[in-house]
């Protein structure tokens, strides 16, 4: 199961300003470091939080609100949840679907980055109500690509909760 | 910030530090403004001091490109940094934009 009561936790609000978005991917990589990440996978993890940031900043209000990152790990997991307070998303599947995007101009590969570059997401979504993405980056992904039968090692960390149900919806 | 210069008739733009969508707006206003002084029709984007991109910069990208399209011209991507490479690769980008490995092989090919 997902340790939410890890005592290792960050929190991090900041206002949806699109300035913010690094500081938050900076400071979920610093807390990332103290497992032993890969410079190309603290990188991925990095454009992951950077995604899901960039999507609240850009998508969740008309106006002023606020983003909440907070970050966990455990085992041999980082645990990411980034949370809005926003419109929502009135139809998940397709927003997570390659191109989508409601904003000329924008690729639509927020969520297609996050899924490809780390271990699992889950995006739940309540119109009006606002969004939560979140997602995890285990050690050795690398390693478990190029053997996906075999043992996974970060089984002990568990998995996101509601995951499948997140994605069959 | 963006460095620009032209050599040979073209434009090259060489973005700094990281391109996501806080700094993607002004990589395109510098892009977009160099174009319209030097009227160039080759545009050379070297991305060798770009510390961190994700998708909103590749949308900058991607939208240069289109743009050069739109003018006649032609973008080139030069000098990719092996931490940026997999999110270029990722989105399938480099299938539409030829790469050289530095200013002056594309200098020398284009």
């Known amino acids: 199961m997902m340790d939410r009561e890890s005592p290792n936790r960050m929190l991090l609000e900041v206002p949806n300003l699109t300035q913010n978005v690094s500081l938050c991917r900076v400071a979920v990589a610093a807390f990332a470091a103290q497992l032993e990440f890969t410079v190309a996978e603290i990188e991925e993890l990095k454009v992951a939080v950077s995604e899901a940031v960039t999507n609240a900043v850009l998508h969740a209000y008309d106006g002023p609100g606020q983003v909440r990152v907070t970050a966990w790990c455990s085992g041999r997991c980082v645990f990411v949840e980034v949370q809005d307070w926003g419109r929502g998303i009135e139809d998940v599947p397709r927003a997570r679907e390659a191109s989508f995007t409601t904003m000329p101009g924008r690729m639509g590969l927020g969520f297609v980055f996050i899924e490809s570059l780390t271990d699992e997401m889950e995006v739940v979504s309540e119109v009006e109500r606002g969004t939560t993405v979140r997602f995890k980056k285990c050690l050795g992904q690398e390693q478990r690509g190029d053997a996906a039968a075999g043992d996974r090692e970060s089984e002990d960390a568990g998995s996101l909760p509601e995951a499948k149900e997140g994605r069959g919806k | ?110």
């Open chain 2, 1 to 110: 910030m963006t460095d620009t210069q032209v050599i040979a008739g073209t434009l090259i733009v060489r973005p700094q530090g990281e391109l996501d969508v806080h700094t993607a707006a002004a990589f395109r206003t510098d892009t977009e403004n160099a174009l319209a002084e030097t009227g160039a029709r080759r545009l050379i984007v070297s991305l060798k001091n770009i510390a961190f991109m994700d998708s909103s910069g590749l949308g900058a990208l991607l939208g240069r490109y289109r743009r050069m399209i739109e003018l006649g011209g032609r973008l080139y991507l030069v000098s990719i940094p092996a931490r940026v490479r997999p999110v270029l690769e990722l989105s399938g980008i480099l299938k539409i934009i030829p790469v050289f490995e530095s200013e002056k092989r594309a200098l020398e090919r284009i």
